[in-house]
C-alpha cells in the first residue's frame, strides 16, 4: 500500500519513524525527543509508524505535539489496515530501528507493521558482537547505517560495512539538570535499567550489601522493572545472586523481597517502581550516586546519562557504549574489566567488561568519604552532557539524511 493519498502532498516532508514511541522504554523515550526536535527543526514531520504508549502522561508543554503524533498515527493504521499483508509502503524517508536481529537471516523485524519507504536509514544499538554474512546482506537494505556508540560504529566497520555513522542519542536538558538535594540523614544509592544479567545489578547487590554493613545510612533505591521478564532469568549466571524476584498479579515485581534474600535488608533498599521518564529529574534531586556496572550497552546508556545531565557522580564500567560517556574527571570509572564468555542469547561477547565487585565498593567508599570532590565530578559530568541536546544530536541525524 502506498502513502501518496496521506494528507495530499504533505508526505514529502514526513519522515517515518518505525518503532514505539513510549515513556518509559529507552528506545521509546529516545524516538519522543526525537521527533520533538524534528518537529522544532522544521525539516520533516515525524510519523510514528508504530503504535505509540503512554503518550497521554506526557509533560504539558508537550500536549499539543503528542496530538499531532497520535492523528498522524490513525492515519498510518488506517493504511496498514488496508496494505496487502500488513506492508507499508512509504512514498517518504523512514527510519528503522535495529538490534541484535541485524546480524540473523532476513533480519526479523519485532511486532510492528513491516514497512518500507522512499529511502530507508536505521539506528542500531546491538550488545551480541557477532557480525556474519547476514549482516553484510542485511545492510544493504539502508542507505546509512548510525550506530547507538562509537563502539557499535567500529564493530561494523571493521567488519566491512561502508555505509556506517554514528548517532549519539541526546539528553532533555531542560527536564535533567542539578537540583539542590534535600537535607537528609540518608545516602542514596541509585540503580536503574530493567533487571537482567546485562545491566549488571547483581553487581550492584553484591557491591552495595558488602557497602551497607558499614554504613547503616545507605539506602539502594531502583527502578528495575522489566516488560521483558524473560530476560531476568540469567541474572543470577555470573554467581552473585539467587532466583529472580516473583511477579505480582498487577504486573509488578517483588524486588525488596528479591533483595532481602540476597543479603539486602529491607530499611536498605527503596524499590521506585515503573517511573515515567519526565518524573525521573525529582527521584534524581534525592539520589547522592548512581551505579552503572554494565557489562554491556550497545548505546550510551540514556539513564546513565540523564543521571549525569543532572549532576549526579556516577559510577560506570569501562566498556563498550559507555566509553563514549567517560571522560577526564566527569565520572568514577570501574576500569578493571574482565572478560565474559559467550552465553545463551549473546553469542558475541567480545568488548564486554566484568566489573570488579570490589571497585565498585571502592568507589562507592570514596565518593561517601569525600562529598566535594563526588559533586565536582558530577559538576563536570553536567558540563560534558551540555552538548548532548537532543537537538543537536537529532539535527545531525537530519543533516545526513538531506544531504
Not at 546491538?126 to 556508540?149: L, R, V
Request: aromatic share 10%; hydrophobic share 35%.
Amino acid at each position: 500500500m502506498n502513502t501518496n493519498d496521506m494528507n495530499g502532498n504533505a508526505s514529502n516532508s514526513w519522515l517515518g519513524l518505525n518503532w514505539q514511541l513510549s515513556l518509559t522504554s529507552g528506545w521509546g523515550i529516545a524516538g519522543l525527543n526525537m521527533a520533538w526536535a524534528m518537529e522544532r527543526d522544521g525539516r520533516f514531520k515525524p510519523v510514528p509508524l508504530f503504535p505509540s504508549a503512554q503518550l497521554e502522561s506526557v509533560r504539558e508543554e508537550l500536549h499539543d505535539f503528542t496530538a499531532k503524533l497520535h492523528r498522524r498515527e490513525e492515519e498510518v493504521a488506517k493504511l496498514t489496515g488496508e496494505a496487502e499483508g500488513g506492508r507499508l509502503i512509504c512514498d517518504f524517508p523512514v527510519v528503522h530501528s535495529l538490534g541484535n536481529f541485524f546480524h540473523e537471516r532476513g533480519m526479523p523485524l519485532p511486532d510492528g507493521p513491516e514497512c518500507q519507504g522512499s529511502r530507508n536509514f536505521s539506528i542500531i544499538f546491538f550488545e551480541d558482537n557477532s557480525p556474519n554474512e547476514f549482516t553484510t546482506e542485511n545492510a544493504g537494505q539502508f542507505e546509512i547505517i548510525f550506530g547507538g556508540s562509537s563502539w557499535n560504529s567500529r564493530v561494523l566497520k571493521e567488519h566491512g560495512l561502508g555505509n556506517i555513522d554514528t548517532f549519539l542519542q541526546g539528553v532533555d536538558l531542560g527536564l535533567f539538570s542539578p537540583r539542590r538535594k534535600p537535607d537528609t540523614e540518608k545516602f542514596i544509592v541509585f540503580s536503574g535499567g530493567k533487571l537482567e544479567y546485562r545491566k549488571g545489578q547483581d553487581i550492584v547487590v553484591a557491591a552495595f550489601r558488602e557497602f551497607a554493613k558499614t554504613h547503616p545510612d545507605a539506602i539502594l533505591a531502583t527502578t528495575w522493572h522489566n516488560p521483558w521478564e524473560e530476560s531476568m532469568a540469567g541474572i543470577g549466571d555470573g554467581g552473585m545472586v539467587e532466583g529472580v524476584p516473583a511477579k505480582n498479579r498487577d504486573g509488578t515485581f517483588e524486588f525488596p523481597e528479591w533483595a532481602g534474600a540476597n543479603g539486602i535488608s529491607p530499611e536498605h533498599f527503596h524499590d521506585c517502581g515503573l517511573v515515567a521518564n519526565h518524573l525521573m529529574p525529582k527521584l534524581f534531586s534525592q539520589v547522592d550516586v548512581a551505579v552503572f556496572p554494565n557489562r554491556c550497552e550497545g548505546g550510551t546508556n540514556l539513564v546513565a546519562m540523564e543521571a549525569m545531565a543532572s549532576g549526579i557522580p556516577c559510577i560506570l564500567s569501562a566498556n563498550t557504549g559507555h566509553l563514549d560517556l567517560i571522560d577526564e574527571g566527569n565520572c568514577f570509572p570501574l576500569m578493571q574489566q574482565g572478560a565474559i564468555m559467550p552465553k545463551p542469547g549473546y553469542s558475541g561477547t567480545k568488548d564486554w567488561g566484568e566489573s570488579d565487585v570490589a571497585e565498585v565498593v571502592e568507589q562507592l567508599e570514596r565518593i561517601y568519604t569525600d562529598r566535594t570532590k563526588a559533586r565536582r565530578r558530577g559538576e563536570q559530568a553536567t558540563k560534558f552532557m551540555q552538548d548532548w541536546s537532543w537537538e543537536k544530536r537529532t539535527g545531525y541525524l537530519l543533516d545526513r539524511i538531506v544531504q
